[in-house]
């Protein structure tokens, strides 16, 4: 079974600049997850998406940060315009349901903001 | 609400010997809890999971933690550790209800050190 997807693995942008991410979960899972990881800190949820819909956006910060899953899979997660604190590793997971059940993760995306 | 605290942030011991990793939680419901597993540039892996059966867990590579809920903790435990443990773990609750409900809260981590 393949498991999460993540892309690109590494990303450096100045300041004031956009970035997206993307994410593919593992085929069947109907939810998928967004966390940021700070370094020396555990992962924050973002963003939590049942199917296409949203279940969790509280710790969004939705005046720069949105993501979307239009078609129910793949998801992709844009900041724009990026900070020098939004440095960190974006982490994408998906679980066959909400709920408290097991939660597969990728890879991440280490962004990196100058 | 629900809340994590891993006592330790680094944890050192040499190969062979037991493997302890502290943790204690908070939950308005009667909670989940995992441990997982980070190893340098990899993704986050399971180790194992309390849902409320047996309150001794088993997990992956010899780890096992044990619920105790007069305590409210969930401490790792390993009887001898090996060189590959050497990675940062994460203990993660998750609520049965509420407005949190099913929602991973994680500690801020513990880096695990093996020496030779």
């Known amino acids: 079974e393949a498991g999460v997807a993540q892309s690109p693995r590494y990303k450096i942008i100045e300041k004031r600049q956009s970035v997206a991410f993307w994410c593919n979960p593992i085929?069947?899972?109907?939810?998928l997850y967004w966390y940021q990881q700070i370094l020396g800190q555990g992962p924050k949820l973002l963003i939590q998406?049942?199917?296409?819909?949203?279940?969790?956006d509280s710790q969004l910060p939705k005046d720069r940060f949105s993501a979307e899953r239009l078609k129910g899979v793949d998801s992709t997660l844009k900041i724009q315009p990026a900070k020098l604190e939004d440095s960190a590793v974006y982490l994408c997971?998906?679980?066959?349901?909400?709920?408290?059940?097991?939660?597969?993760f990728g890879p991440g995306t280490r962004l990196t903001v100058l | 609400a629900q809340s994590v605290t891993q006592l330790d942030s680094h944890v050192s011991v040499s190969e062979g010997t037991p493997v302890l990793l502290r943790c204690n939680y908070s939950?308005?419901?009667?909670?989940?809890l995992f441990w997982y597993v980070q190893h340098p540039n990899k993704g986050l892996q399971l180790l194992l999971k309390?849902?409320?059966?047996?309150?001794l867990v088993k997990g992956i590579n010899g780890f096992e933690a044990e619920f105790k809920k007069s305590e409210t903790s969930f401490h790792l435990t390993k009887p001898s550790a090996h060189m590959s443990d050497a990675a940062e773990y994460f203990c993660?609750?998750?609520?049965?209800?509420?407005?949190?409900?099913?929602?991973?809260?994680f500690g801020q981590g513990t880096i695990l050190t093996v020496h030779p």
């Open positions: 997971a998906s679980s066959l349901a909400g709920g408290p059940n097991e939660q597969f």
């Open positions: 085929s069947g899972h109907a939810t």
């Open positions: 998406f049942q199917n296409n819909g949203v279940v969790d």
């Open positions: 939950s308005s419901y009667s909670p989940s």
């Open positions: 309390y849902t409320s059966a047996a309150t």
């Open positions: 993660v609750v998750s609520q049965s209800g509420g407005t949190s409900y099913g929602k991973l809260t």
